[in-house]
């Protein structure tokens, strides 16, 4: 296989940008992620993979949830907030607004909408855990459209 | 938890349109899929979820494979000619130009870029199957930009 192809064919898949919340009886944190989808209608079950050896992958398992904040366009820059590791900057939700509903996981109130799961399964996945939860709790702050990763011009893929 | 509330949230995940192709001894068959993303960089792993019961499903989980073809803006009808049940339309590759691989699963000569895996696990996920698989081989066609659902005005999910 062309290493070349694979990532650029990889980049071509569509994702949005979210700010998934954790809660553990270490703390909360909350991280920005794409590879995030809806798996079961009945019963409602979204996937995550969060990539192994973070705080928040460690914190997810322990808490056993996870909220997914949907942001809208133009916030580049909320998402830009929660990229970086918590060793190194610290607590990330120390200056933002939110608040929690049942799961305790950090839903933003500045984001477009949310909805928090509880987690079902954690599969192994290569360098990353797939996180399989069922959403529990939704709301929607207000009407707009979700910000893509395409229109931040990042990548998370290939 | 508020279903409308619900709905309307999960509906805000962003998410591109696919067709997933499937080769098993029984024939080979491809379904429009928009629950497609990337689960791991190392090893390169992919995760679609599946709806159970269709011919679809069986034909994946008894040919261990599955190819993505990640169509254009644009493509819209393409999209839609992979939507209904083969035992309802017949063979829906029939008047496709395809080409086949390493794994036997068709790639669409008309997508922008494709790719297909070996499949590495099959999670029960509610009324889908969340199937994943190992990267293979992958190709592009041309420049472009992909499909997302939102241009197609479609919905699936809630």
Known sequence: MDEGLKRRALRLLTYGVYVVGVAAPQGRNAFTADWVMQVSFQPPLVAVAVRKGTTSHAWLLAGRAFSVN????GQKDLAARFFRPLHRVGDKLADVDYFVERTGCPILRDALAWFECELLDAHDSGDHTLAVGRVVEAGVHRDGEP????????????
């Open 70 to 73: 949907i942001l809208e366009q």
């Open 147 to 158: 910000l893509t990763l395409r229109e931040t011009g990042w990548y998370y893929g290939g």
